[in-house]
């Protein structure tokens, strides 16, 4: 693997930089949002993610969604209080950290399969894809139109497939019905970030398909640490940390490990899906 | 075979407590990348979900962290200790040594006798984490404590019980005193050190738990005193840990009187680094016409 | 003019103890480096010739020193001080502060009484130094003696008296209400911390003393905790001390709640750090809108 | 001036190095002794000194004489103890320390003076003359013919005075009375180490021939941690540290100083010369 799995250079000093909001925008009708930052990371890579710590609440891992900006949906305490600061309010960011999304060539065929806020990483490596000129065909699903993020970024680089799960918007469904549809021996890479059950059935069509070589799925698990050390974040039975070693993995690493199956909390207690 | 104060290392590098100790997956992953032996993360009576983030960051010459001892209690763990006991390859035998925590004896004893059950090698006492009010330190820097919890868990198990010291006390070697009077089989110096770092630009202490404690590269020389000092102190092995990256760092601990090394903060630049001690502690042995570790174990103090 | 503890300081950057202090010429010249105090080399009741060399040597991100507290008695070094406070330019008035130690109350005193005729600003109680048996640390970890020996001093003397605290103690806070409630004016944190070094190619400890304490950058998170712990502790001035060697290392310290800072082991990589810090913490003041330092003391507490 | 003060990178580990000893020789026929170590010093300059610790002993600074060796003679216990020391025994060395004699252009006339042991530092400024072909006269003094030490070094790269306090080898008196005989308005750099009461006498004779501004002195004082922090060697009234500020002082740098009156021992007490 060619990536280069931890960017920071040895005994480098690395707490969370200040970082000012300069623009707060909704990215779905329902309200899920990017803020800007004064202060870009540091060569991120598609599928980096950052630490964004809202001081006096929590700290929490947010992919890069553009250079200087992340895009989340509110489910807890800290993105609640992420979603209510302004312009001008200041919160603490360090990365870009994580190993990213292989790039792919500008002669490749790739294929982007997001599902709700899953399309956050996936988004700058669309933009990638576009300005390299790589031919990219998106399945990008949410529960209903107003869930949406991104649809542009993806549509401006090649075919978009949009599913949502009312049919609001494109073909009622889920992202897999399309998936199921496509012939994926046509594409080089596919890139893969939503929720876990989601990413299982991406995961299982796939493998059916004999495409599973070619996958990369970006997956979440609790993080405390980020940077590789605390151990709360590994996965069985590879026991890779999935904040170092990953976020992203290749769908082959992912073979007979808990990936669907099942995470763990803060504490490590096992979270079924 | 590397026997430490009853315990069977497959050599002297062993992972440290509350590193990538969370699961047993990820502790058989550190036994391929090298270690002897792991530590396993501090498990108590019950389930712990630990301090906010940030629960750490990469400082200039170390590292701060504040978990808060996360863990899922020791009803949930056995099964972890079992796995990396149970998954590793033939005839290859990393020792796994069980940390717990608790708030006094009764507790230590509850939760020992339960993991024992799932055949750790030994037991770690943890009664030096610098940030768990009520726990760790807070008992740990009380000698009669430490004497008495040592003691009722030595009473109730099998296997040795080592005990994992802090530094933030006047005299480390009265604490080591007193866990040897409660037949501690050795003890484990050092836990991180109290500190604190502040975001000058907002004005907020940076960790979750605003302070927290100090390890890598910084600590080292504070490691090799106490140590050093413990050595002097006790009869039991001491085992140290406390700023190790590299062979340099780790034979330097030796000398001073380590009988084993333990690395925690070091995975951060690389997992593999116990191997890598390993092989830079033989080197030096050949290249010094030693032929075993035990012959370098405290030759400092014969030096004077 | 900048009064901290009934001292009257050019800026708040001060010389710390036993760096650049054992003569009146060099202390001058730190004042010229732009200083606004300097505490003398602590001074005993006896003249002390100081461990053997090597006394200080240079670590990867910090120093660790055992220098033995040579001095020549305070009956010697009443001149220095002298020449000091009447060398300075007229109209610059960097503070004096004299450093003293003793073995306990009465040998204080006497130092104290002596050396207060050559009319330092303050003394500063060193209850804190690692390496000198029956000295410093070895008394200021027990708060009965720092209690006492602060009263003794203050009983006697009619200058502000400030105590040097160690960090080597399990709870600093205590022994910073030990010195209030002993009428100190401020607590100084933190002395060194400490530390061993070992050469491992010749096996020998790397300091004459064998051991040490550590200073510089490796120090800092330390003593910023210790001054946020005595800050909340107690309700006199706390002078902030470890590690630093660049304006956002005094302000994080400030912030910490500091009402000044010290500066030692920086000036080993240039002596104009007392300028420079001072540039900075104006240049932090302007740019973030506050018109003194005194309205960022202590700030991060308020941040919750 | 143009010297670099402090050879050291900010923040690098600087411990003592363990050096064997590959060699020793005496370097006078009395016994002063010169030790040759397996290890050079790093780019040394002439004028700079080290540390050498004799484990267990103490540890006291030494010119640097050589590349990878140094000259002394006993006086006490650490010296005495090095003196003892045999090929394959090891000491800790550290340095090149300190500000070192400003370097001769080959086209400049240069007058070096000597008194006894103190030709230590100077013998790599000789050579470096020597091979610069810079033209060198040496007054090179020492109490007897027995005590003389690197003769032929200065010998060979010009006109080389001897003078011995009994006469048995070159001229019977001081280094003073060559001295005095000189036309200094002939040289251009004037370097001069040795015993503090030689040197305060070379430098009232070079003051009173309006040469001191070419003067250069390389001065010695009690040293404790020899890098620049504990105060231990500072001379009154400049305060400068003869440790790094140092030893090496343009000969107006001490005019109006303690230099030729008084130093500190250990405990920084005043000791009359
Ligand atoms: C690599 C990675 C990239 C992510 N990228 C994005 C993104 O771009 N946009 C986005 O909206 N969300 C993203 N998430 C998820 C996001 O971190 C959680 O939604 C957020 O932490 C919830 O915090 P909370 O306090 O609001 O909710 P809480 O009420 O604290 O928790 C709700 C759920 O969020 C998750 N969560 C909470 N804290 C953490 C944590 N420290 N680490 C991981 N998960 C946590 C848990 O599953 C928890 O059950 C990402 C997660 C990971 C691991
Ligand atoms: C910059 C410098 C360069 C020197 N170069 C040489 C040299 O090339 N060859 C040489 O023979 N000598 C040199 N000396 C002197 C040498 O350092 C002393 O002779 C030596 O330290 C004596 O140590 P001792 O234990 O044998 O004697 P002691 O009995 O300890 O002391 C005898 C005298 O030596 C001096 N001395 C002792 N310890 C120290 C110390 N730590 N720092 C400075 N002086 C000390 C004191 O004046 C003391 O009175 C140099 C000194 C300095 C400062
Ligand atoms: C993230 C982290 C978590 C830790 N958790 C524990 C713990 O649960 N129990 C324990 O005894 N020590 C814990 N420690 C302390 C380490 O075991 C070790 O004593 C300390 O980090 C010093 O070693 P190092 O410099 O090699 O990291 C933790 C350290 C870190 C960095
Ligand atoms: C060489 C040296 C000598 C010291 N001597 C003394 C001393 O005599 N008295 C004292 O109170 N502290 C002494 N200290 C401690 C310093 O005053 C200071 O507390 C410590 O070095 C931490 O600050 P720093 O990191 O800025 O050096 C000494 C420190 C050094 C490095
Ligand atoms: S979150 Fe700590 S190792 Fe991944
Ligand atoms: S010997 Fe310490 S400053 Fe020179």
């Not at chain 2, 191997?275 to 050949?286: A, Q, S, T």
Request: aromatic letters at 8%.
């Amino acid at each position: 693997m060619a990536c280069d799995c931890s960017k920071k250079e040895k005994g480098k000093k690395d707490i969370p930089k200040n970082a000012k909001i300069i623009k707060t925008e909704n990215a779905s009708i329902s309200g899920k949002k990017t803020i800007y930052f004064d202060i870009s990371f540091e060569n991120p890579m598609p599928g980096n993610f950052c630490m964004v710590w809202i001081r006096g609440i929590d700290e929490i891992p947010l992919g890069c969604s553009y250079e200087n900006g992340v895009t989340f949906q509110v489910v807890g305490d800290a993105t609640a209080a992420l979603d209510k600061l302004k312009t001008g309010d200041t919160v603490g960011i360090r990365g870009p950290y994580g190993r990213p999304f292989t790039l792919p060539d500008s002669n490749e065929n790739i294929l982007i399969v997001a599902g709700g806020i899953g399309a956050a990483p996936l988004g700058p490596l669309a933009d990638f894809a576009f300005e390299n000129e790589t031919h990219v065909t998106t399945v990008l699903g949410a529960r209903t139109e107003n869930d949406l993020i991104f649809e542009d970024r993806f549509d401006r680089c090649g075919k978009l497939y949009i599913t949502t799960d009312d049919g609001t918007k494109g073909e009622k469904g889920f992202v897999t019905d399309v998936l199921k549809r496509l012939n994926l021996a046509e594409y080089d890479r596919i890139y893969v970030c939503g929720p876990e059950i989601m990413m299982k059935n991406v995961f299982a069509i796939c493998d059916a398909k004999g495409a599973i070589d070619k996958t990369e799925f970006s997956i979440e698990r609790y993080f405390k640490c980020g940077v590789g050390v605390c151990g709360a974040c590994c996965i069985d039975e590879s026991g890779l940390r999935v904040c170092k070693d990953g976020p992203v993995f290749p769908g082959n690493m992912l073979k007979s490990t808990e990936f669907g199956k099942y995470g763990r909390d803060a504490s490590g207690k096992k979270i079924t899906f | 075979m590397y026997s430490v104060a009853g315990v069977e290392l497959k050599n002297p590098t062993v992972l440290a407590a509350g590193v990538l100790g969370t699961t047993g997956a990820s502790m058989l992953r550190v036994i391929e990348n090298g270690a002897g032996g792991v530590v396993t993360k501090s498990v108590g009576p019950s389930p712990v979900f630990g301090h906010a983030n940030p629960s750490m960051v990469a400082l200039e010459c170390g590292y701060i962290n504040a978990m808060g001892l996360p863990n899922p209690s020791y009803l949930e763990f056995g099964a972890e200790i079992k796995k990396v006991k149970n998954g590793q390859k033939i005839g290859e035998n990393s020792a796994v040594i069980s940390s717990i925590f608790g708030g006094n004896a009764k507790e230590f004893v509850t939760v020992a006798k339960h993991l024992e059950k799932f055949k750790p090698d030994a037991f770690e006492l943890n009664l030096s984490c610098p940030h768990a009010e009520g726990y760790g330190a807070a008992i740990g820097s009380n000698p009669c404590q430490v004497e008495e919890i040592t003691k009722a868990v030595k009473d109730e198990v099998n296997i040795p019980v080592w005990v994992k010291l802090t530094p933030n006390v006047s005299d480390i070697g009265k604490i080591g005193k007193a866990a040897e009077s409660g037949g501690a089989d050795a003890v484990v110096a050092i836990n991180t050190i109290k500190g604190m770092v502040i975001d000058i630009k907002s004005g907020w202490p940076v960790l979750g738990n605003r302070s927290g404690g100090l390890s890598g590269p910084m600590i080292k020389p504070i490691a090799v005193k106490c140590v050093y000092d413990l050595f002097e102190t006790v009869s039991i092995p001491v085992i140290g840990v406390g700023g190790i990256s590299n062979a340099e760092d780790a034979i330097e601990m030796i000398l001073a009187g380590a009988a084993a090394v333990q690395i925690g903060s070091a995975v951060y630049d690389e997992i593999s680094v116990f191997e890598k001690v390993n092989r830079g502690i033989e080197d030096y042995l050949n290249e010094n016409g030693y032929s075993s570790v035990e012959e370098i174990i405290g030759l400092s103090h014969k030096l004077k």
